[in-house]
């Protein structure tokens, strides 16, 4: 099989490090990679969302199969691109078509499917320039704090969670004036969930399914969760407080009924949902659903997986996913993002990183690194992540710690409580 990656991250480091173990895997492309991802493949300076390149490079390469790393290209109908074109019909691609795509690309969209489906969620309204009037009145209802949350993709910044009415109906006027651009023309303004978050991954075919170990991140740039949201700084998995029941609560309410959704809907849905869930008291919510996989919740996923998921990815290309095996090491992990210093606000790019081909005892998953004249530069705000697997979490934590220390470049900061509040 010849393998596309789409993406540059961690997450897409992670799935060319899995993915170039499997014994069917030929050839291995990343397009556009990093620094890491070349250590497993080529890669390759296309843009995901450049459809016709992608295109061009498959058929020149004889590609099978494409797994799409982040959310973009799949809310740009990437998956519905490769269904049309003839030439390209017979290409896999692990990600679902753009009706699907919009379970992230729209929260309106995301949370009338919940109702329908009778997914746990936090009730809501939504509200457009129109109907201002009536979100206004919404939020003088709402018990603080209050939730908005702008429709669209708005890069993981359009949620905010304001402590009083005032202030709430102010950033709620602003959304709709266009703070996010299109994204927050419509917005969804819904209850506080008060607990725990935790990320479940799914694989499905839209009918059929397989559940991934269950990992939580940590998106808040300081420790003892605080300070602005990030990308993510780390990430623990499995954890503790899913138990059998609880987790058996989370199938038969969650996952169960989100995957009839998709097969009620027909959608051509051959992918990941990343389900956002909190838990409150004993019962779980969704908070939204990603259609993709987790950056850097993949960087401790993936490692826990012992089988071959290239194989995973093609029983699910063939109808079969029922047959697949994917078997879980009991190890933990938990990986921790070394970042750019200013990160997630302003941050310099282009320092030199020593110190991280020696590791042996963690995976160093890159993901904003580039290479240049042999050497290894800083490329964006999250820059590697430190993976480990011990017995336990907290021992996991110990070895990323300390080659989180043996790595170096001007300004690296990074968290040392992943897994704090387990
Ligand atoms: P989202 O982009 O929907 O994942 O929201 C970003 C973050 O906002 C989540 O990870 C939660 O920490 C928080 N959040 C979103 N919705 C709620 C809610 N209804 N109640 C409490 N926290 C929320
Ligand atoms: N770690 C959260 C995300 O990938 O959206």
């Known amino acids: 099989m010849n393998v ?40 390759v300076p296309i843009d995901p969302l450049h459809f016709n390149q992608v295109k061009d490079f498959c058929l020149e390469k004889k590609i099978n199969i494409v797994i799409v790393g982040p959310e973009a290209p799949l809310v740009a109908g990437i998956t519905d691109y490769f269904r049309n074109e003839k030439e390209l019909r017979n290409i896999h691609i692990v990600g679902p078509a753009q009706e699907g795509a919009t379970l992230e690309g729209s929260k309106a969209f995301a949370k009338e499917f919940m109702a329908e489906f009778n997914v746990p969620t936090a009730a809501y309204g ?60 419509t917005i969804v303004i819904e209850d506080f969930l008060d607990g725990i978050e935790f990320s479940v991954f799914v694989l499905t075919d839209g009918k059929d399914f397989k559940v991934l170990p269950i990992a939580k991140d940590y998106k808040r740039i300081g420790e003892r969760d605080t300070g602005l949201n990030t990308g993510g700084m780390g990430a623990v998995s499995p954890v503790p407080f899913i138990t059998d029941a609880f987790y058996q609560k989370v199938i038969k309410k969650v996952v169960e009924p989100t995957v009839r959704g998709l097969e009620a809907r027909a959608m051509d849905y051959k992918g990941f949902v990343f389900i956002g869930m909190i838990k409150v008291g004993e019962e779980p919510f969704v908070i939204e659903y990603n259609v993709r996989m987790g950056d850097p919740e993949t960087e401790v996923v993936l490692p826990r997986i012992k089988s071959d998921l290239l194989q995973t990815f093609i029983d699910l290309s063939e109808g079969k996913l029922n047959n697949a095996n994917i078997d879980i090491k009991e190890e933990a992990a938990s990986t921790i993002m070394l970042v750019s210093g200013g990160y997630p606000e302003n941050y310099e790019k282009g320092k030199t990183i020593t110190g991280h081909l020696g590791i042996e005892d963690s995976i160093v998953f890159h993901a904003g690194t580039t290479e240049k004249e ?32 043996k790595i170096k470049f001007d300004g690296k900061y990074f968290r040392r409580d992943i897994g704090f509040d387990l």
């Not at 170039?20 to 895997?25: F, T």
């Not at 209050?146 to 709620?172: E, S, Y």
């Open 126 to 185: 939504e509200f457009t320039a129109e109907t201002k009037d009536e979100g206004i009145e919404f939020i003088k209802k709402q018990t603080p704090p209050i939730v908005l949350k702008a429709d669209g993709l708005a890069g993981g910044k359009g949620v905010l969670i304001i402590d009083n009415h005032q202030d709430a109906t102010i950033a709620f006027g602003e959304m709709l004036d266009g703070q996010f651009g299109k994204a927050s023309s």
């Open 4 to 43: 596309l990656i789409l993406g540059n991250g961690g997450r897409e480091h992670a799935f060319a490090w899995k993915i170039s173990q499997s014994p069917k895997c030929s050839q291995l492309f990343i397009a556009p990679g990093n620094a890491g991802t070349k250590l497993h493949g080529e890669n």
């Open 374 to 405: 042999g050497k290894t530069l800083t490329n964006g705000g999250r820059v590697m992540a430190i993976t480990s697997l011990a017995e336990s979490k907290e021992e996991a934590l110990e070895i990323s710690k300390r080659n989180a220390e």
